[in-house]
Each structure stands twice: as structure tokens, then as C-alpha cells.
């Protein structure tokens, strides 16, 4: 009973209600690790994304402290950095499958619709190896919805209207039933955006004009089908299938410096998932649990370097075809009265398939990772918890074979490397239930197909050296967490850190026109991660989460770190004058980011607040608005790349 207090007070630092809390408890969590090193992970349902109107993954993880939203203005790209550790760093998880890209280890989370998921979880500190490798900065997993009732479903369509104009539409459904021996859920969702206004006062051939910004549309759709079967009490099989289609533009550079700017297009952001995860009781004792996938990417990017190329459909081609397979075993034994020992190996074939043509043949890539994970968790009191983990990881170079515009073939060397993994958390249980817990953990991360093979910089006109021979990433940090409440009805948690990360993967200017990536930098973070959530009273509740980090390079010549604010802060409160009105107000601030490393393109600080009414009408129906960037503020994540003006939302929706 202690561990599920604990897990419910870290969800509560940044959830609504105990109750919507309590329904998705067992939804989340399906990254693999033992019950104490999992309370350690910070937790977003759905009900909290949808107050704060958060469409996507990316803006809802911006308000977890310590996560920063990382806008990639040059590729239109959401994603964010975990305590300074970007995409890279932070694997993202789909249920416990890892789905980011094979090629370059990133991946959009703007494409990722927030729509009919359990919730998002985020791992920051211990973060467990038992899930496979290159955890190095911590993880991220997103959840698929599980029915609790017998039959459900749930219908919602919204409206999008900017500078008078209606420019966007999001709809979604769902249907799930369930008994005691299993379930199925179907949902679908699509986010289509027409273009995206521009704040008042911006009116340029470059930005856009009449309040519509050029060349900024984005079409997401995503289906998802999830077969359960639990034929006992302690036993689960489940089969998932998620097709997720896209296409995205990219709006213009319309900064200060000599940045060129480019209206490029992917007409095809396609992803598809399956997925086949299964829990087995043994025994008293023993738990099998296992995984298997197939995880493919399919991208298609149309360059247009000018306007004009633009209009007349005038570019280069790039098409991405990629797959991952991989299976995982976990086996956890009951070694004492609390204890637990686990055991897990996992395996992932990555093949990144790339041609610059439409017939033209497939440069070829692939890797093969393994990893062999032990933790132990141990009750060394009544009020004290110890989890410590280990791993040793390798991954294999199978292919690397480019196409030469000679009509030659290269093949590039074997590069195959290995990696060991350690963490341990101590965790104390005070009598009033606030537990302290400390961390520490040193681990890596194997380069990326990219970082190796890459032989060119598009967007800078660079040509690129390969250097198969890079080595892995580390990480050495250590976490003190204090997670409590003041009363019944205040919670809060507070967080503070240091990480070293050395070899750390550069790219270094060779000449003007040239770059390698190469291990040679030593970077440190240290900072405060601090969330409060309370009740002032019967209708007002608010809540705050704030952040600060400071990044320290050890080399001069490493130069600025990117898109990384010295301080973010998210605050809100929910008014509910009456039982079927509930009206929630935020504010999210963020102070200035450097936005190239040589210090010369600074994204200002901003803050911007939003609001949203829900009303329940009653008989399963409800209506919702909401204004984001009330104030039509002018900001930008990367410099002269503008963000959306004030837009309006409303909807209607029917749950049963």
C-alpha cells in the first residue's frame, strides 16, 4: 500500500484530480522496471493535456518541469530536452516500444496527437535499464488507452479559426469494450491546420501577409487498434496496431541575420507500428514478460530553396524508408517478502534506407543493438528502499553502403562498440508519506546512423566527413528528489541535479564549406526542477512548475548550447463556479535561448497565456473553447522563426 501512496503523490504534482489519476493508474508505466524505481517517474494524463489544451506530445511535455520545448524552426520539427539532454539523448517509447527514428535517433513529437492516449511519462533521473539501451538522459513513453468498462466510446470535433479566418479542424473517436477475458480499443484521430495566422502587427513578403503565415499547413492522422486478452488474473497478452500519416511545411526564416530562407515540404511523414507485449504469472515467485515488434518510418522531404522554387513545384528530392525490429524478455523473481530481482535482454535491428531520386536506388544502413539489463530492488527497511541497476550494451554495424553519383558503390568499415550502464536510488519514506530520494547513475548512448554517416548539411551548404569510428556518449549524474504535501490537499515535488556528459558528439568546422561530428566535448548541467499543485479552495485549484538549469561547455570552441532557456515556468489555475463549468487559465514563460552555437541568433524571452472552458451539458454531451495566446503575443522557440498569433477553438464532445 506505501508504494501505491507514493506513485499517486507523484502523479499529483501536476494532475487535476485524484480521481483522473486513479482511472489511468493502470494505463501507464509499461516501461519495463521494478514498482520503486518506477515512482520516480512523472506522470500526464489525459484529462491534464486536455485542460491545458495540449494538442500535441511536444507542448504537453513542456510543462513537466525540467522538459524544455525545442522547435527545429529549419525543419518545422517539435521536440524537447530533458534537462539539457535532447531527442537523442531521450528515447521516446510507444507503450514500452521504442519508436524514434532509426536514421538520426529524433523524432517529431508535433505529429504525435494527444488525442485517445492514457497519458505521457517522463523518466528524469533513474530511469530503468531494464528497458533497453541509450537511456543516457533519461525516457519518454507514451501510453495507448485501456478500457475500464464494460463499453465505452467517446466522439469530439473541434473548430480552429484565425484572424477571422476558420484554418484548422481536430476531430476524434473511439470505441473499447472489455470483460474478464479481455478487451479491444479502436480510436481514431486528425489534426488538419490550413495554415497558421500570424500575430497582429507581422505583414511581410518573407513571414506572410493578410494574417496567414506561407507555407504553414500540417495534416496528422493516426489510427489505433488494441487487442487484450487476460485469460488470468495476473496475466495479459496484448496486440497493437498504430498507422500514423502526416505532411507538414515549413514556414520561412523571417529573422535579422543572413539565415536564407527556404519553404521545404514533407508530403509524407508516415508512421507505422505493431506491436505484440505479453505479462505470464509462472508462479508465486516468477513473472515473464515479453515483446515483440516491428516499428517502420516512411519520409518524404521536397526542398524548395526560394519562393519561387516553391511555386513552381522546383526542388530536390529526399525520400527515408526505415524500419526497426526488436524483441524484449524480462524475468522478475520474488527473492524476499519486498524484494525483486529482474532480469531482461533486449534486441533492435535498425535499418535506415535513404535516395536522393524517386527511382533512384537505396543508400543502405543498418545497425543491430543488443542489451543485457539486471535490477535489483531492495526493501532495506521498513522505511527504506534501495534500487540498483546494471547493463552491458553493444551494437553491431551490419551495413553501410552509399551510392556515389559516379555510379560506384561505397562500403564503409565495421564500427561496432560497447557500453556498460550503472545506476543506484536510495529512497527514504518519511511518516507523513513525503518520501527523499537520491540517484545516481552513469550512462551512455551509442552514436546515431547519422552522426557516423552523414556527408552533407543541407541547410548550411556544408559538405560532411563520415567518422564511422565514434564512440558512445556518457552521462554521470546524480538527482536528490523531495516528493510530499503539505496538507491533504497540497502537493508538491522538488528536484535538484548535476550531470557531466563527456565524449560528448560535436560537429566540428573543418574548413568554411566542411564539418566532421567527433568526440571532443565535456558538458555539465546542473539545475532545480520544482512542481506545486493545491486546492484553495472548493472551486480554485492552481498549480506551478518551474525550472532552472545551468549549462556549463568545457571547451570554448564548443561555443553556445542551443534552445535551452535558463528558466521555463508553467502556472494554472482551474475555476469551477458550478458543477458543470470549468474554466482553466495558464501562463507559460520562458527566458532567452541562444538559437546557433556561435551566439549570433538569440530567441527572446516571452510569455504567453491561454484559457479554456469545458461545460457539461448532460447525457454524455459536453462543449468546450479556448484562446490561445490571448494577448496575440509575438515569440519565437527559434529565432525569426514566429510562432502562432491568438487562435480560437471550440468544440463539442459525447463520452458514454
Given amino acids: 500500500m506505501r508504494l501505491k501512496k507514493r506513485y499517486l503523490c507523484t502523479v499529483l ?11 489511468q493508474e493502470s494505463d501507464t508505466l509499461t516501461v519495463w522496471s521494478s514498482p520503486v524505481s518506477s515512482t520516480t517517474t512523472t506522470v500526464l494524463d489525459q484529462p491534464t493535456m486536455k485542460a491545458l489544451d495540449k494538442q500535441n506530445v511536444a507542448q504537453a511535455l513542456s510543462v513537466v518541469p525540467g522538459v524544455v520545448l525545442q522547435k527545429s524552426g529549419s525543419r518545422n520539427e517539435e521536440q524537447v530536452k530533458v534537462r539539457g539532454f535532447d531527442s537523442r539523448q531521450v528515447p521516446v517509447y510507444f507503450d514500452g516500444v521504442p519508436i524514434y527514428v532509426p ?15 492514457g497519458a505521457v511519462e517522463v523518466s528524469k533521473g533513474y530511469s530503468s535499464l531494464l528497458q533497453g539501451p541509450n537511456q543516457m538522459g533519461g525516457a519518454i513513453n ?12 467517446n466522439l469530439g470535433y473541434r473548430q480552429g479559426w484565425s484572424r477571422s479566418h476558420d484554418n484548422a479542424y481536430d476531430m476524434h473517436a473511439s470505441f473499447a469494450a472489455s470483460s474478464d477475458l479481455g478487451y479491444l480499443q479502436v480510436s481514431g484521430s486528425q489534426l488538419k491546420q490550413d495554415f497558421l495566422g500570424l500575430p497582429h502587427g507581422v505583414n511581410n513578403d518573407i513571414a506572410g501577409k493578410h494574417g496567414k503565415m506561407i507555407n504553414s499547413s500540417a495534416d496528422d492522422k493516426r489510427g489505433i487498434v488494441k487487442l487484450g486478452f487476460t485469460p488470468r488474473e495476473n496475466d495479459e497478452y496484448t496486440l497493437t496496431y498504430i498507422k500514423q500519416d502526416g505532411e507538414k511545411d515549413n514556414p520561412p526564416y523571417s529573422g535579422n541575420s543572413g539565415q536564407k530562407s527556404r519553404y521545404w515540404q514533407w508530403p509524407e511523414y508516415d508512421k507505422e507500428s505493431f506491436y505484440y507485449q505479453g505479462t505470464t504469472q509462472l508462479n508465486d515467485r516468477f513473472t515473464l514478460k515479453s515483446r515483440l515488434y516491428r516499428d517502420t518510418f516512411e519520409n518524404t522531404l521536397m526542398m524548395y530553396n526560394s519562393l519561387a522554387d516553391l511555386k513552381n513545384k522546383k526542388g530536390s528530392y529526399s525520400h527515408y524508408s526505415d524500419y526497426s525490429d526488436g524483441a524484449g524478455l524480462q524475468l522478475a523473481a520474488d527473492v524476499r517478502e519486498n524484494d525483486l530481482l529482474s532480469f531482461a535482454v533486449n534486441w533492435k535491428d535498425d535499418v535506415h534506407r535513404e535516395k536522393g531520386a524517386p527511382h533512384a536506388a537505396y543508400d543502405r544502413y543498418e545497425d543491430r543493438t543488443w542489451s543485457l539489463a539486471s535490477e535489483y530492488q531492495w526493501a532495506a527497511a521498513d522505511n527504506v528502499d534501495v534500487v540498483a541497476g546494471i547493463s ?17 558503390i561505397t562500403h564503409y568499415d565495421d564500427n561496432n562498440q560497447s557500453a556498460f550502464n550503472w545506476q543506484v536510488m536510495g529512497k527514504y519514506h518519511f511518516a507523513n508519506e513525503d518520501t527523499l530520494a537520491l540517484s545516481y547513475y552513469d550512462r551512455t548512448r551509442f552514436p546515431t546512423l547519422k552522426e557516423r554517416y552523414t556527408t552533407s548539411k543541407p541547410a548550411y551548404n556544408q559538405i560532411a566527413i563520415v567518422n564511422p569510428q565514434l564512440k558512445p556518449e556518457r552521462a554521470r549524474g546524480v538527482d536528490l528528489t523531495w516528493n510530499g504535501a503539505f496538507t491533504h490537499d497540497w502537493g508538491f515535488e522538488v528536484s535538484v541535479y ?6 560528448a558528439i560535436l560537429s566540428h568546422n573543418i574548413d568554411a564549406d566542411t564539418i566532421q561530428n567527433q568526440n571532443s566535448g565535456t558538458v555539465d548541467y546542473s539545475g532545480l526542477d520544482a512542481g506545486i499543485k493545491g486546492k484553495i479552495s472548493n472551486i480554485l485549484d492552481v498549480g506551478l512548475s518551474y525550472a532552472l538549469i545551468h549549462a556549463d561547455a568545457k571547451r570554448k570552441d564548443i561555443g553556445k548550447i542551443t534552445d535551452l532557456p535558463t528558466q521555463t515556468m508553467t502556472a494554472w489555475m482551474t ?3 458550478w458543477e458543470p463549468l470549468s474554466v482553466t487559465l495558464s501562463e507559460e514563460a520562458r527566458s532567452s535561448s541562444y538559437s546557433n552555437s556561435d551566439g549570433s541568433q538569440k530567441a527572446a524571452g516571452f510569455a504567453v497565456t491561454h484559457i479554456r472552458a469545458d461545460y457539461t451539458l448532460g447525457h454524455g454531451f459536453s462543449v468546450n473553447a479556448s484562446v490561445n495566446n490571448l494577448f496575440d503575443t509575438k515569440y519565437a522557440y527559434s529565432e525569426g522563426f514566429i510562432e502562432e498569433g491568438r487562435n480560437f ?3 463539442i464532445e459525447y463520452t458514454f
Fill in 13 to 23: 504534482s501536476l494532475a487535476f484530480t485524484q480521481q483522473a489519476v486513479a482511472a
Fill in 103 to 117: 536514421y538520426d535517433g529524433n523524432l517529431d513529437l508535433a505529429r504525435i496527437l494527444t488525442n485517445n492516449l
Fill in 142 to 153: 507514451i501510453t495507448t488507452q485501456k478500457p475500464t468498462k464494460p463499453l465505452e466510446a
Fill in 392 to 408: 552491458y550494451d553493444w551494437r553491431d554495424s551490419v551495413e553501410a553502403k552509399k551510392h556515389e553519383k559516379d555510379g560506384s
Fill in 498 to 503: 548535476y550531470n557531466r556528459v563527456s565524449d
Fill in 575 to 577: 475555476l469551477k463556479p
Fill in 649 to 651: 477553438w471550440a468544440g
